[in-house]
């Protein structure tokens, strides 16, 4: 996120960067950026980070924000996830996030603005797992990234890994943190 981070900052807003731990179960990680949260800031996480950012919005209707960008999250599940978590070294590495491979719902029930981002170049380790539905990014698939009640939702050319490296990603998200909106 560092480079997103420094792209946004040009700008002209002011990111401060949360660090999860991937393996904990996701309330831990939703609980701390809870507590790392001040005044009304913009939301923008990629994969599971993205994740977090949803469901502690979704558990903190308190917590003030502003617009809120998901890039490559898979909110609804992931296949590729699933099919790691089928081997043993693959459970080691989801650790207690596990669960939120399985296939679920997702939806947006608060008023501010949100935009989905998702990558449609099949480049990623998932693909290692089998073939995935298309489109996808190599790890997520669009429809894995959908969020009912969504504002906007976008979708480049790019592989998972680098859509937090992507100068157009960069573009879309601080377009839509000042205007609510991808276009």
Not at 48 to 62: C, K, P, S, T
Not at 72 to 80: E, F, I, L, M
Not at 125 to 145: I, M, W, Y
């Amino acid at each position: 996120m560092t480079l997103l981070a420094r792209r946004l900052r040009r700008a002209s807003f002011s990111p401060r960067v949360f660090s999860y731990r991937g393996r904990d179960p996701v309330e831990a990680n939703v609980e701390r950026l809870r507590r790392f949260c001040a005044g009304r800031p913009h939301f923008v996480g990629h994969s599971l980070g993205g994740i977090v950012i949803l469901e502690m919005l979704l558990r903190y209707r308190e917590v003030e924000a502003g617009s809120i960008v998901l890039i490559g999250s898979p909110v609804r599940g992931c296949d590729a996830g699933r099919r790691l978590g089928c081997a043993g070294v693959g459970r080691w590495m989801m650790g207690a996030c596990s669960s939120l491979w399985m296939e679920r719902d997702a939806s947006w029930t608060r008023a501010e603005p949100l935009g989905v981002i998702a990558g449609t170049r099949a480049r990623g380790l998932g693909r290692v797992l089998g073939r995935l539905p298309a489109p996808n990014d190599g790890v997520v698939c669009v429809s894995e990234t959908m969020v009912n009640g969504m504002t906007d939702h976008a979708l480049v050319p790019v592989g998972h890994s680098g859509l937090i490296l992507s100068e157009k990603v960069a573009q879309l998200v601080g377009f839509f943190l000042k205007e609510g909106r991808f276009s």
